[in-house]
């Protein structure tokens, strides 16, 4: 009995270590959608959990195709001492990615290598409404510089700093592209950051500053438009918001609460 009690235990042991090494990259994609709310998933998805490549897509939900959301395949390598709590991840994707990012660290606390990402905004539409009503094009890059994350009661902390920039940016809501460029830097400290938004160029200009606590945004600003457009871009500002009190141009209040 004892003896085939520990034939039992190693045929157990040895098909869990198989899975383990040989785990599908395929079966990603079904986590990806479950961590993200279903809206992102993984697409042809090749090699194993420890070493694959597939690209990143908006879930398409049932059998419809998945629209890529990024340039270019994400390679990654994930180092098995992971399963003995030191995690060391790489991810490389030469089109999307300035330099590949290294993710290292513990089960709880992790810090990710400084890089940035190139955000293609039409992509964006496949993520649903409101993006795909809006319809952005343009280019986004995230930046970041390194990043200190960690878990604690169910709460994701980061300290550090990233910086979206908005590059060329239209809309279908507008005939006039570009409508112009952006950047929004965010200063993280723990479960919140310190956000601010401003104008480079373009005939759109928005500005505004918040704050982004435990999940929740608070956000002020404005929309207006630059000396000469103000015909051109009315009927746009008057979609975004209500013009502000005692101001002698048409200035758009921005204010967000959620």
């Known amino acids: 009995m004892k003896r085939a009690a520990l034939w039992l235990l190693t045929i157990a042991l040895s098909a869990i270590v198989t899975l383990l090494v040989c785990f599908p990259a395929s079966w990603l994609g079904a986590l990806v959608e479950r961590q993200t709310g279903g809206r992102l998933t993984l697409g042809d998805a090749q090699g194993t959990l420890w070493r694959g490549s597939a690209f990143v897509g908006g879930a398409a939900g049932g059998n419809g195709p998945v629209t890529p959301l990024l340039p270019g395949r994400f390679a990654w390598q994930i180092s098995p001492l992971a399963l003995l709590g030191a995690v060391e991840v790489?991810?490389?994707?030469?089109?999307?990615?300035?330099?590949?990012?290294?993710?290292?660290?513990?089960?709880?606390?992790?810090?990710?290598?400084?890089?940035?990402?190139?955000?293609?905004?039409?992509?964006?539409?496949?993520?649903?409404?409101?993006?795909?009503?809006?319809?952005?094009?343009?280019?986004?890059?995230?930046?970041?510089?390194?990043?200190?994350?960690?878990?604690?009661?169910?709460?994701?902390?980061?300290?550090?700093?990233?910086?979206?920039?908005?590059?060329d940016m239209a809309s279908k809501l507008s005939a006039i592209r570009p409508l112009g460029s952006y950047a929004l830097a965010l200063d993280w400290h723990g479960q919140q950051a310190q956000l601010t938004l401003s104008s480079v160029k373009g005939p759109l200009l928005l500005s505004g500053s918040g704050s982004l606590d435990q999940g929740h945004l608070q956000f002020s600003g404005q929309a207006q438009a630059a000396d000469g457009y103000e015909d051109k871009l009315a009927n746009l500002l008057n979609l975004l918001g209500q013009r502000r009190a005692n101001s002698d141009k048409n200035i758009i209040a921005l204010e967000f609460r959620q």
């Open 90 to 167: 790489r991810l490389e994707n030469s089109e999307a990615l300035a330099q590949p990012v290294t993710f290292r660290g513990g089960w709880r606390q992790w810090q990710l290598s400084p890089s940035a990402l190139l955000l293609p905004a039409e992509g964006l539409s496949g993520l649903g409404a409101p993006l795909n009503t809006i319809a952005p094009a343009g280019t986004m890059r995230l930046s970041w510089t390194a990043l200190e994350l960690a878990v604690a009661g169910g709460a994701v902390s980061v300290n550090g700093r990233t910086t979206l920039e908005m590059t």
